[in-house]
């Protein structure tokens, strides 16, 4: 039998397949998706096996060396790795590597073991080895006393080639074996628990005046139970987790105590279960309150999605924000659970694991694992193992978690389908929707995409009836719909208001501070000022390293938003000395504005700079809903999935910012996000939500304001017929990148006429600088093919872009279907 493997041929990644002849004596253990042992060049490295054929003739064929583990990888994750590399133009290889659990965190052990059976075949074996030369008369005394050993112990007994030769004699005389095994690699342990101690509640009133860090975390642990140690630090005071400890009031316990819950009804202590990796109901049976009445529109969903467990089907579950879509999937996901399946539960952010895991496990009492890209491959690789045992009943996180070797796989749910952090901008460069669709079709699991504002390529799915459409029109009962009023930024600017609070936005702020509530100011970009300009010659300064204008930083740095690239600010301008000003706004601009209106409020901020620490931005969080500031200032992170009770006004400071953006989906991207922005504010109080444009008729503005999904997707179903676009042809983005801009330009060109040759039948607009055309030195230059009928012309592309030779020092990337600007 011939087997063709995907190796590791660099460490720590798969890169190429490569054939490999089979022993006879291994034929029964190797199927698609074993683990074998095979020799690249002359190392011992370890390979997927994807494929079986029959033996051909054919010399020179190296065979495996041993069989690691014969059902590794199940063959349907091998199948969905065939359909990435084919869908995405990439190599299987690469393909594979998102399925897999990180190399780095197993080892492959030498081992070598003895052969004949103890008693008198041993003794006579020890006596033909007394005649042998030292090393190898030791080794066997050694191997004969405790049957097997790695190669760390022989070392005692000699190294290198002296070593080799006294094991191959032993070998050669039939008296041990060689073997691999593959070792976990220790240290990748999970976060001890934390347990209070008696005495811990009477001691809190004491310490809560000095230490409100420390009385925080006791009274969490007082009322919810013991907590992971990451999870309870989360925010940073392992510090006063030790003093704690020091002080007598909490122990640490290497096992989840029996009936450790974590109850914190925001779910944010469970956020650093993202860490951990795991979490599961370690009480046993589910927390369930009073269960909800499902209003009728919800109970005919849940029907649908129930009928079809076991069989498979696709289903978009459209329901305007707070319309009850989560209920629905929690409860599709419980009757998945009682009928012995597993489920996969994808959001798009980070930000929004907690909270689900959180009502996973108090509404089912599920085992539940997250998976997510910042694990540390110690982490992903014991929460693999453990979901591939099936110790996991759901995988809830990002979209890497969509490759979870869950077994009896029933139920995939993809919240927030619309999201763009569905597509992953590295190679494999795959779409989650599409994936989890495929999947599901290749598990006989149903697929659930939800939204309040799906994306137009799944909604025009949905009407020609590729995938069942499931509405939800109605809000549920005592969910308001907040006020939405738009205000014209242009009139501002004719009445001579300064400042990017308009007049009316302000006076609501001094109403929601009055009472006591607190207010949201949404922008999407970071930073102080994006144009920073001297009035005198026109100076700006631009990145050394990229193409792109540096933001201005109040801490008094410029820097550069696509490399990181950071140089001080003068305030005068380098090359005349001229005045400096800075044009526009970002999120530290408002916050500067706020404190100058209100100097008494509370005000945070959270964006990307705020926020790069990690667990930052749940401390923000926590300070935010526990009413610990009045105004929170920030970027997209939080505007999606989160609602806070408090909150009666959130005010969007431009919502031009997305609208001008260079791609034929900004008016789609405004759209979602304006109608997300209006969807969460005011959920269970009476809210308000103010946007400010220079164009307050263009339709995705006020149609988000009127939250009219149906009439935003004709529009933008026209348009995109009329241009030629995404769903009625695929886009797919070739880049081209070096240090020699020309060479980069003419590879191009190049490329760009053998498609237009060989392939045809496509437009092929290009080549055109990326954007911004430089980055960290490397020029970037690309063709976008409009191709209709990709089904037909996919293989003809292919073809093309496997003649292709890409001269030296270039890098070539292909995006089938791509998302994000490059
Ligand atoms: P969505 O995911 O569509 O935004 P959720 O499922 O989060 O909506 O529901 C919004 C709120 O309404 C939640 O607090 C939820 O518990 C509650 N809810 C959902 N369904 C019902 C129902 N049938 N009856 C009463 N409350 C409900
Ligand atoms: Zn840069």
Not at 208 to 235: D, F, I, Y
Request: one cysteine or more; charged letters at 20%; a positive charge.
């Amino acid at each position: 039998m011939l087997i063709e493997v995907a190796v590791n041929s660099a460490p720590g990644a798969i890169d190429k397949t490569l054939t490999y002849r089979v022993p006879p004596e291994m034929v029964q253990a190797v199927r698609v998706g074993s683990l074998v042992l095979v020799t690249l060049g002359k190392r011992p490295v370890t390979g997927l096996v994807v494929a079986l054929s029959e033996e051909a003739k054919r010399a020179g064929l190296k065979e495996i060396r041993t069989v690691l583990e014969a059902d590794f990888l199940p063959p349907q994750l091998v199948d969905l790795g065939r359909y990435l590399a084919e869908r995405y133009f990439c190599p299987l290889a690469v393909a594979l590597r998102v399925m897999l659990p990180p190399v780095t965190a197993r080892r492959l052990e030498r081992r070598w073991r003895w052969l004949p059976p103890a008693g008198e075949e041993t003794a006579a074996a020890l006596n033909l080895a007394a005649y042998l030369p030292p090393p190898a008369r030791e080794i066997a005394a050694c191997l004969a006393e405790a049957a097997a050993a790695g190669v760390s112990r022989m070392h005692k007994f000699g190294r290198g080639r002296e070593l080799e030769h006294a094991l191959a004699v032993l070998k050669n005389h039939g008296l041990i074996q060689e073997e691999w095994c593959w070792r976990e690699v220790p240290g990748s342990r999970r976060s001890p628990w934390v347990v209070p101690r008696t005495g811990a509640a009477a001691a809190l009133a004491a310490i809560s005046r000095r230490a409100p860090r420390q009385a925080a975390m006791l009274k969490t642990l007082l009322e919810a139970g013991p907590q992971p140690a990451s999870v309870l630090a989360s925010g940073g005071s392992y510090a006063a987790l030790h003093r704690l400890e020091q002080l007598g009031l909490v122990e640490f316990t290497l096992t989840p105590p029996a009936g450790a819950g974590g109850t914190d009804p925001r779910g944010l202590k469970h956020s650093n279960l993202v860490e951990a990796g795991e979490t599961g109901n370690h009480g046993g049976a589910a927390n369930v309150g009073a269960p909800l009445q499902l209003n009728s529109d919800q109970e005919q969903a849940l029907q649908a999605i129930e009928g079809a467990l076991g069989r498979g089907g696709t289903f978009l579950l459209h329901g305007v924000t707070g319309s009850g879509k989560t209920e629905v999937y929690l409860r599709a996901t419980g009757v998945a659970l009682a009928r012995g399946y597993r489920a996969l539960f994808l959001v798009p952010e980070h930000a929004l694991i907690p909270q689900i895991v959180t009502r996973l496990r108090q509404n089912l009492g599920a085992r539940v694992a997250v998976i997510h890209g910042d694990l540390s491959p110690g982490e992903r690789a014991a929460t693999w193992e453990r979901v591939r045992r099936g110790e996991i009943q759901v995988v809830a996180g990002s979209r890497a978690a969509l490759f979870a070797p869950l077994p009896a796989l029933g139920l995939i749910v993809v919240d927030e389908e619309h999201a763009g952090s569905y597509k992953q901008d590295a190679a494999p460069r795959y779409d989650a929707r599409e994936v989890a669709i495929k999947r599901g079709h290749l598990e006989g699991a149903v697929v659930v995409l939800g939204s309040a504002t799906p994306s137009t390529e799944t909604f025009y799915l949905a009407r020609q009836g590729k995938i069942n459409l499931l509405p939800l029109p109605r809000r549920v009962a005592g969910l308001n719909l907040p006020a939405v009023e738009i205000i014209d930024l242009r009139e501002e600017y004719r009445a001579g208001h300064q400042g990017y609070l308009s007049r009316r936005l302000r006076r609501e702020i001094d109403a929601v501070l009055a009472v006591g509530k607190q207010a949201i100011l949404f922008l999407n970009r970071r930073g102080y000022a994006p144009h920073i300009l001297c009035r005198n010659c026109g100076y700006v300064p631009v990145c050394r390293h990229c193409d792109v204008a540096l933001t201005f930083h109040q801490e008094g740095t410029l820097r550069c938003h696509y490399c990181g690239y950071a140089e001080p600010a003068g305030s005068a301008c380098p090359v005349c000395g001229g005045p400096l000003v800075h044009l526009g706004a970002g999120t530290q601009r408002v916050e500067t504005e706020a404190r100058a209106l209100w100097p008494e409020a509370r005000i945070i901020r959270a964006d990307g700079d705020t926020t790069a620490r990690k667990g930052r931005w749940e401390e923000i969080y926590r300070t935010f809903a526990g009413g610990g500031a009045d105004i929170l200032i920030g970027t997209q992170t939080i505007t999606r999935g989160l609602d806070f009770p408090g909150v009666t006004l959130v005010g969007v400071v431009n919502a031009d910012l997305s609208l001008y953006q260079p791609d034929f989906r900004a008016r789609e991207r405004t759209f979602q996000l304006l109608t997300q922005v209006a969807g969460r504010a005011g959920r269970k109080t009476p809210g308000k939500v103010i946007i400010q444009t220079y164009n307050p008729g263009d339709p995705a503005i006020t149609l988000a304001a009127a939250q009219d999904y149906r009439r935003f997707y004709e529009q933008e179903i026209a348009n995109r017929r009329a241009g030629g676009y995404p769903p009625f042809i695929k886009l797919v983005r070739i880049g081209f990148s070096g240090r020699d801009e020309a060479g980069v330009i003419a590879a191009a060109h190049e490329l760009a006429g053998l498609i237009q040759r060989d392939a045809g039948g496509m437009t092929v607009l290009g080549p055109a600088p990326g954007f911004p055309v430089r980055v960290q030195d490397n020029y970037r230059w690309q063709l976008m093919l409009k191709v209709p009928n990709w089904s037909r012309k996919k293989e003809r592309l292919a073809g093309c872009l496997a003649a292709y030779r890409l001269r030296q020092g270039l890098r070539l990337m292909v995006d089938v279907g791509p998302v994000n600007p490059w």
